[in-house]
């Protein structure tokens, strides 16, 4: 994995987005759960790219043991929204629920725009926030 200092993080990244729509949508994405999460006590807890071999990238979410995690999945092409209210246990074992599942495969027709992507998993977000209650007692998820 590829470290970037904190300082040319932000820059690299949005000189990679002009180039990369599916860095543009991630990114977009992960800072709209990022805003529509944190007055719910959610914080990023993790952001991470793995290049090889399908160039996957992951952002965790996480308050107490819940945690909403945002996935491309480049063998896949497809964009994953889940939540878990036990992220101590790493999917595929823990009780991971899907909230959204969106393609930006070139080989699945019609091909949603950067914008339909966004606003889909924006969409669900918000919907599934809506069933979530504010906050947990001590020590719960």
Not at 20 to 40: C, E, H, K, M, Q
Not at 56 to 61: G, P, S, V, Y
Request: charged share 25%; hydrophobic share 40%; aromatic share 8%.
């Amino acid at each position: 994995m590829k470290r970037i200092p904190k300082a040319m993080k932000a820059l690299a990244s949005d000189s990679a987005s002009a180039r990369d729509p599916i860095l543009s949508i991630y990114n977009s994405v992960r800072d709209g759960i990022n805003s529509a999460t944190a007055s719910r006590g959610f914080v990023l807890s993790e952001d991470i790219y793995t290049p090889k071999p399908f160039g996957c990238r992951d952002a965790l979410f996480t308050r107490g043991r819940s945690a909403i995690r945002l996935r491309w999945d480049g063998k896949l092409g497809r964009f994953f929204l889940t939540y878990s209210d036990d992220a101590n246990v790493p999917p595929p074992h823990g009780r991971w629920r899907i909230i959204a599942v969106s393609h930006r495969n070139p080989r699945v027709a019609p091909l949603p725009s950067e914008e339909e992507v966004v606003a889909g998993l924006n969409s669900a977000l918000a919907s599934f926030l809506a069933s979530l209650p504010d906050s947990h007692p001590a020590g719960g998820p």
